[in-house]
């Protein structure tokens, strides 16, 4: 299996959201997320990675998108997350959003998270920003869709140098997989200085 990683801005990003869209809607199948996808509302919601700041890390087996990362500044995303930062003394201006990280499971294990990392990180520096941040769906720990052998990422983002931010949380609604309507989940996020 040869992987390889490109940065996709402008024009190239575009063209690449639909297999974003398949792939957000396939992996985030899975527990934390449990997301029932359609592919309507994540046309209108990748809209978001068209802005000049936005860029996406794809990995290609061969011609085969099998991940992604997407990540564009905070500012971008200010009606969604501006109430959540709004006591934080970091200036909207100065962080960078990595939004979604979605690999097959055939491909984790083999750095692309590292890799995926690197791009946006590098990207937000070329933009001049000073921090970097995500968020995490909070499921509980006796969640009955939680698998036996899950492993959560916290280790992985704190080796990166992210800890939480105690209390900036984000409240989301989406449909889970076998719910009929969407629910509200709250969302942790993760920061750290670049």
């Known amino acids: 299996m040869t992987v390889t990683t490109r940065v996709l801005t402008g024009e190239a990003l575009a063209a690449a959201l639909e297999d974003v869209a398949r792939l957000r809607i396939r992996v985030f199948r899975d527990f934390p997320y449990l997301y029932d ?5 994540e046309r209108d919601y990748l809209r978001a990675y068209q802005s000049p700041g936005a860029v996406v890390a794809v990995a290609m087996d061969g011609e085969k998108v099998v991940g992604a990362a997407t990540g564009a500044p905070m500012a971008d995303h200010a009606a969604d997350f501006g109430a959540a930062f709004a006591d934080r003394p970091e200036p909207m201006s100065q962080i960078f959003y990595c939004a979604e990280s979605v690999l097959l499971r055939d491909y984790r ?35 009955p869709a939680r698998p036996g052998n899950y492993r959560p990422l916290d280790d992985f983002w704190r080796k990166r140098g992210y800890e939480p931010l105690p209390g900036v949380t984000a409240r989301f609604s989406w449909k889970d997989l076998r719910e009929a309507t969407d629910t509200e989940k709250t969302l942790q996020f993760w920061m750290r200085r670049l």
Do not use: M, N, Q, T
Not at 37 to 41: F, I, K, L, S, T
Not at 112 to 139: N, P, Q, T
């Open 37 to 41: 996808g359609d592919a309507d509302y």
């Open 109 to 143: 294990g083999l750095g692309i998270g590292h890799a995926f990392f690197d791009a946006r990180e590098a990207h937000a520096r070329k933009l001049g920003l000073a921090f970097s941040a995500f968020c995490s769906v909070i499921r509980p720990a006796d969640h």
